[in-house]
């Protein structure tokens, strides 16, 4: 036989399944779905590691599924807006579309040398107009159904560049990465997306989601941060209302001060004479500061105090209205009710400026004096100088304090219960060239018109400056901002804010079900059937604003008519990350203590290429910073694409991280290599012939021998545990170790002109084409048969085959092993004594001596004490 070169086969079959259309997604409506996704790449020119494990993952998800006899849609797409390709077009002079296009181009045909079973007819780039015309027609569904707003927001600008930048474009120290220059907070106005309308949905139907990790789940939940509390109306002296939310409005009674944020709009009303300097320096402070460092637990508070005052509603007490920087205009009303004895941000700031400090609720067997405590005491205890609350038990149970404070506060009209949510609108507005026009038109006197749906899309010019300076790309386009309002035919303004690219990410599952449909977004019978996505698999960096941002979509479309699900994901896996072999020079700092592998001369005594020093070995996620990646196309040139997969598959569960290591690398290609020469060696062999056609169709022998039994049992317990591992938790790498014990099963066998080797040599080739799929279709075809294994069905496990009806029992004496023998497997534990005493192990050894007691442990062995 030829020997196994992979270099040979899987060109050869990625073509044969490329022109016979295998990959198409299968129509037959007369089969049970199953939709297998791996989130879509963002086409940066080059497959990694990461990329081969998440897509090697889906895909024998897919293929088990189509040999189980799903049909099967496996699509795959690019993600293909957004900042790198317009730096490409900055820094090297190229067009973003060029760039990207030109990446997709690569990243395809590396996805291809893969061996991934993806339907390509239904490939979508983001970037592309026929997609994109349908993100702005989304869009416009969001702005009808009252969906999507502009409002002022706070955007870093570089006042040097003139230009709005990116989170991402401003560095640790709030400098921009081009100019250097020390960026600003400026107000802007900006398209948002109503998220928050759906916050509790979003949060409640996580509860659908038993099929996704826990910790995701828990992540989502954190960030739409549910709190329950009460709102309550304080009076300003001025006669104000000044509302708060608090989640304890048990404490009311100790509330000895206020606090607003320095933006809370009645500032500059509440601000005496005499305060007015020391406040608007303060402001001016405050609004330099990120929000995080205006949090930060450690960090010593700091304020003013307006001048003025409030009444609380519970006792009429005048307490004095300060304003602090860790109060965030952004949650709840941007003004807190200040309880110092009960929460510890606000017992620091007592402390510092000397305020009141009183306590209402006594902890159990203690009494905590205002003056005199070291902290706040938030935990449980009895209400006390709390006028109707007074004796209750302090807490958010049932008929405790907090509940009853609400009905309280409802009964006399002081306030009410009320949730809020951590989670914010969604800002989707960016001052940047490569994403998708947001397709409204500004009127002088129509106001803000979507452009109406037989304009779209809204196409990029592409004549464009990419300077990186001054405002947008598209505003400096005259021809292309200035259009008539398609309302009233006016002189009107194109929108040149283009859309944060998670929006395209948020809908690509659903074009997937009908990706070339152009007169529509879908077809909604085509959506209905295809989703949910049934098994979803990604990096957990995606674990909160895509998820969210795609379930907050797919809501958002069911609530206009267009899909009947609540839920896109039924299932999700976060695959782990893939580490590669590390060198660190301990005595280095920063990025520089990173040796990259191609610079260690000796692995085995790894230096500094430098300096001489020894240096540390540690596994670390691949990436470039730490030159510690292995390239995709390496692995494949030097075993193939089959011994990738298979060695991603057996290295670590796919949840788990896995350490890339050259030598299992190398094992996973002699295992094929040994599956290899096992069939091929059966193809030439004349038991072969017989069995082509497939093995079920030769019939077994009536009574098979001990050693077709035994071949049989290990076939089944492959078939059994293989399905097992995969129909669970994805357990393919037991499930590559069950291939392992099957081959060598066969390699043994002592029958291999039986059908039953037949079976098993057929057997192997089947449960293995969903990882190895290339070396499978070569084999099954050298085994005779016609037809791509790929479209065989999945082996049917024989239970019967899996019971032993020989075991293999031990004899001892006196504790020590002598021999063994075969028994029928369902002997009791006399009759085991029986076949034991009569061996002729026993025989031998027993000769003359008498028998003082015997030990039988049933299924295992027989002991006998002897003198
Ligand atoms: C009085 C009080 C007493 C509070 C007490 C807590 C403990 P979560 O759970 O995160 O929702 N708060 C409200 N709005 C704020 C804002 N814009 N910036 C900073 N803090 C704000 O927190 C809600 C609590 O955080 C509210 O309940 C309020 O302080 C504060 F013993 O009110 B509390
Ligand atoms: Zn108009």
Same mark, same amino acid.
Request: hydrophobic share 40%; aromatic share 10%; charged share 25%.
């Given at each position: 036989?030829?020997?196994?070169?992979?270099?040979?086969?899987?060109?050869?079959?990625?073509?044969?399944? !490329?022109?016979?259309?295998?990959?198409?997604?299968?129509?037959?409506?007369?089969?049970?779905?199953?939709?297998?996704?791996?989130?879509?790449?963002?086409?940066?020119?080059?497959?990694?590691?990461?990329?081969?494990?998440?897509?090697?993952?889906?895909?024998?998800?897919?293929?088990?599924?189509?040999?189980?006899?799903?049909?099967?849609?496996?699509?795959?797409?690019?993600?293909?807006?957004?900042?790198?390709?317009?730096?490409?077009?900055?820094?090297?002079?190229?067009?973003?579309?060029?760039?990207?296009?030109?990446?997709?181009?690569?990243?395809?045909?590396?996805?291809?040398?893969?061996?991934?079973?993806?339907?390509?007819?239904?490939?979508?780039?983001?970037?592309?107009?026929?997609?994109?015309?349908?993100?702005?027609?989304?869009?416009?569904?969001?702005?009808?159904?009252?969906?999507?707003?502009?409002?002022?927001?706070?955007?870093?600008?570089?006042?040097?560049?003139?230009?709005?930048?990116?989170?991402?474009?401003?560095?640790?120290?709030?400098?921009?990465?081009?100019?250097?220059?020390?960026?600003?907070?400026?107000?802007?106005?900006?398209?948002?997306?109503?998220?928050?309308?759906?916050?509790?949905?979003?949060?409640?139907?996580?509860?659908?989601?038993?099929?996704?990790?826990?910790?995701?789940?828990?992540?989502?939940?954190?960030?739409?941060?549910?709190?329950?509390?009460?709102?309550?109306?304080?009076?300003?002296?001025?006669?104000?209302?000044?509302?708060?939310?608090?989640?304890?409005?048990?404490?009311?009674?100790?509330?000895?001060?206020?606090?607003?944020?320095?933006?809370?709009?009645?500032?500059?009303?509440?601000?005496?004479?005499?305060?007015?300097?020391?406040?608007?320096?303060?402001?001016? #402070?405050?609004?330099?500061?990120?929000?995080?460092?205006?949090?930060?637990?450690?960090?010593?508070?700091?304020?003013?105090?307006?001048?003025?005052?409030?009444?609380?509603?519970?006792?009429?007490?005048?307490?004095?209205?300060?304003?602090?920087?860790?109060?965030?205009?952004?949650?709840?009303?941007?003004?807190?009710?200040?309880?110092?004895?009960?929460?510890?941000?606000?017992? #620091?700031?007592?402390?510092?400026?000397?305020?009141?400090?009183?306590?209402?609720?006594?902890?159990?067997?203690?009494?905590?004096?205002?003056?005199?405590?070291?902290?706040?005491?938030?935990?449980?205890?009895?209400?006390?100088?709390?006028?109707?609350?007074?004796?209750?038990?302090?807490?958010?149970?049932?008929?405790?304090?907090?509940?009853?404070?609400?009905?309280?506060?409802?009964?006399?009209?002081?306030?009410?219960?009320?949730?809020?949510?951590?989670?914010? @609108?969604?800002?989707?507005?960016?001052?940047?060239?490569?994403?998708?026009?947001?397709?409204?038109?500004?009127?002088?006197?129509? /106001?803000?018109?979507?452009?109406?749906?037989?304009?779209?899309?809204?196409?990029?010019?592409?004549?464009?400056?990419?300077?990186?300076?001054?405002?947008?790309?598209?505003?400096?386009?005259?021809?292309?901002?200035?259009?008539?309002?398609?309302?009233?035919?006016?002189?009107?303004?194109?929108?040149?804010?283009?859309?944060?690219?998670?929006? @395209?990410?948020?809908?690509?599952?659903? +074009?997937?079900?009908?990706?070339?449909?152009?007169?529509?977004?879908?077809?909604?019978?085509?959506?209905?059937?295809?989703?949910?996505?049934?098994?979803?698999?990604?990096?957990?960096?995606?674990?909160?604003?895509?998820?969210?941002?795609?379930?907050?979509?797919?809501?958002?479309? +069911?609530?206009? /008519?267009?899909?009947?699900?609540?839920?896109?994901?039924?299932?999700?896996?976060?695959?782990?990350?893939?580490?590669?072999?590390?060198?660190?020079?301990?005595?280095?700092?920063?990025?520089?203590?990173?040796?990259?592998?191609?610079?260690?001369?000796?692995?085995?005594?790894?230096?500094?290429?430098?300096?001489?020093?020894?240096?540390?070995?540690?596994?670390?996620?691949?990436?470039?910073?730490?030159?510690? /990646?292995?390239?995709?196309?390496?692995?494949?040139?030097?075993?193939?694409?089959?011994?990738?997969?298979?060695?991603?598959?057996?290295?670590?569960?796919?949840?788990?991280?896995?350490?890339?290591?050259?030598?299992?690398?190398?094992?996973?290609?002699?295992?094929?290599?040994?599956?290899?020469?096992?069939?091929?060696?059966?193809?030439?062999?004349?038991?072969?012939?017989?069995?082509?056609? !497939?093995?079920?169709?030769?019939?077994?022998?009536?009574?098979?021998?001990?050693?077709?039994?035994?071949?049989?049992?290990?076939?089944?317990?492959?078939?059994?545990?293989?399905?097992?591992?995969?129909?669970?938790?994805?357990?393919?790498?037991?499930?590559?170790?069950?291939?392992?014990?099957?081959?060598?099963?066969?390699?043994? !066998?002592?029958?291999?002109?039986?059908?039953?080797?037949?079976?098993?040599?057929?057997?192997?080739?089947?449960?293995?084409?969903?990882?190895?799929?290339?070396?499978?279709?070569?084999?099954?075809?050298?085994?005779?048969?016609?037809?791509?294994?790929?479209?065989?069905?999945?082996?049917?496990?024989?239970?019967?085959?899996?019971?032993?009806?020989?075991?293999?029992?031990?004899?001892?004496?006196?504790?020590?092993?002598?021999?063994?023998?075969?028994?029928?497997?369902?002997?009791?534990?006399?009759?085991?004594?029986?076949? !034991?005493?009569?061996?002729?192990?026993?025989?031998?050894?027993?000769?003359?001596?008498?028998?003082?007691?015997?030990?039988?442990?049933? /299924?295992?062995?027989?002991?006998?004490?002897?003198?």
């Amino acid at each position: 036989a030829d020997k196994y070169t992979p270099a040979a086969i899987e060109e050869k079959w990625q073509q044969v399944w !490329a022109e016979q259309g295998l990959d198409k997604t299968d129509e037959d409506a007369s089969k049970p779905k199953f939709y297998a996704l791996s989130m879509f790449p963002y086409p940066s020119g080059n497959l990694h590691m990461g990329h081969v494990r998440n897509y090697t993952i889906t895909d024998v998800i897919a293929r088990v599924r189509r040999m189980q006899g799903y049909r099967v849609l496996h699509p795959m797409g690019w993600d293909a807006f957004g900042l790198p390709a317009e730096n490409a077009a900055i820094d090297r002079g190229i067009h973003p579309a060029k760039w990207t296009y030109q990446n997709i181009d690569q990243m395809r045909a590396q996805l291809q040398q893969l061996g991934l079973s993806y339907d390509w007819d239904r490939e979508v780039a983001t970037c592309s107009p026929d997609y994109y015309k349908w993100t702005q027609w989304s869009f416009i569904q969001f702005l009808k159904a009252g969906l999507a707003y502009q409002k002022e927001a706070a955007v870093n600008w570089d006042p040097i560049d003139q230009t709005v930048l990116a989170n991402e474009q401003v560095d640790s120290e709030g400098k921009s990465w081009r100019s250097g220059a020390k960026v600003e907070r400026k107000l802007l106005k900006q398209w948002f997306l109503k998220i928050t309308d759906y916050a509790d949905e979003l949060l409640q139907d996580l509860d659908k989601l038993p099929g996704w990790p826990e910790r995701v789940r828990l992540m989502q939940e954190n960030w739409i941060g549910k709190s329950t509390g009460a709102k309550v109306v304080f009076t300003t002296e001025q006669g104000d209302d000044l509302e708060v939310f608090t989640t304890r409005p048990d404490t009311l009674w100790g509330a000895t001060f206020m606090v607003l944020s320095p933006e809370h709009p009645l500032v500059e009303k509440l601000t005496t004479a005499e305060q007015k300097e020391a406040i608007a320096t303060y402001q001016a #402070e405050a609004a330099a500061k990120s929000d995080i460092d205006r949090t930060d637990e450690g960090k010593e508070k700091s304020g003013v105090w307006t001048g003025s005052y409030a009444i609380n509603p519970v006792n009429g007490a005048k307490i004095p209205i300060w304003i602090a920087d860790y109060v965030l205009m952004g949650y709840g009303t941007g003004a807190i009710m200040a309880v110092p004895a009960h929460d510890q941000r606000d017992f #620091e700031f007592a402390r510092k400026f000397n305020l009141e400090v009183r306590v209402v609720v006594q902890p159990e067997g203690d009494t905590l004096d205002g003056a005199t405590i070291a902290e706040a005491w938030p935990g449980e205890g009895v209400m006390v100088h709390s006028g109707p609350l007074d004796g209750i038990p302090a807490g958010k149970g049932e008929g405790q304090s907090v509940e009853q404070a609400i009905a309280w506060l409802e009964a006399e009209g002081k306030g009410s219960g009320q949730d809020n949510f951590r989670l914010r @609108d969604w800002l989707i507005s960016r001052q940047r060239y490569w994403g998708v026009p947001i397709p409204v038109i500004h009127c002088p006197s129509c /106001g803000t018109v979507p452009v109406p749906d037989e304009q779209l899309p809204v196409e990029l010019p592409e004549n464009v400056e990419f300077s990186g300076r001054g405002a947008s790309p598209l505003s400096q386009l005259g021809d292309w901002v200035n259009v008539p309002c398609p309302t009233c035919g006016e002189a009107a303004k194109r929108e040149t804010d283009t859309m944060d690219t998670f929006i @395209d990410s948020s809908w690509y599952f659903l +074009r997937f079900t009908d990706a070339n449909n152009d007169g529509a977004i879908f077809d909604s019978a085509k959506a209905n059937d295809w989703m949910p996505v049934d098994q979803y698999v990604g990096g957990i960096e995606h674990a909160i604003l895509h998820l969210l941002y795609s379930r907050f979509f797919t809501k958002v479309l +069911r609530d206009r /008519g267009l899909i009947n699900i609540d839920e896109p994901f039924s299932r999700l896996l976060t695959q782990g990350m893939v580490q590669g072999l590390t060198y660190m020079n301990p005595n280095k700092g920063g990025k520089d203590k990173w040796v990259p592998s191609e610079l260690v001369a000796n692995p085995d005594d790894p230096r500094d290429p430098e300096t001489g020093e020894p240096l540390q070995r540690l596994y670390a996620t691949m990436s470039k910073s730490k030159g510690n /990646g292995v390239a995709p196309s390496d692995v494949i040139s030097q075993y193939g694409a089959d011994t990738a997969r298979m060695f991603i598959l057996f290295k670590a569960p796919p949840e788990k991280d896995l350490e890339w290591d050259a030598a299992d690398v190398e094992g996973q290609y002699r295992f094929l290599n040994r599956v290899w020469r096992l069939v091929t060696e059966f193809a030439e062999s004349p038991a072969a012939t017989k069995s082509v056609g !497939a093995h079920d169709r030769t019939p077994l022998p009536e009574n098979l021998s001990k050693a077709e039994k035994d071949v049989r049992r290990a076939i089944h317990i492959a078939i059994k545990e293989i399905s097992e591992d995969i129909e669970g938790d994805y357990q393919f790498n037991t499930a590559v170790s069950e291939l392992m014990k099957l081959s060598n099963a066969l390699t043994d !066998a002592k029958c291999k002109d039986s059908p039953v080797y037949a079976e098993g040599i057929h057997t192997l080739v089947k449960l293995i084409a969903p990882f190895a799929p290339h070396i499978a279709d070569e084999l099954w075809s050298q085994l005779g048969q016609t037809g791509s294994i790929h479209q065989q069905g999945w082996p049917i496990l024989d239970e019967s085959a899996l019971v032993a009806d020989e075991i293999t029992l031990v004899i001892q004496i006196m504790g020590k092993t002598r021999g063994t023998i075969e028994v029928p497997a369902d002997s009791d534990k006399a009759a085991l004594e029986k076949y !034991a005493r009569e061996s002729y192990i026993a025989q031998k050894y027993l000769d003359g001596k008498e028998i003082i007691k015997v030990i039988v442990v049933p /299924g295992k062995l027989v002991n006998f004490v002897a003198k």
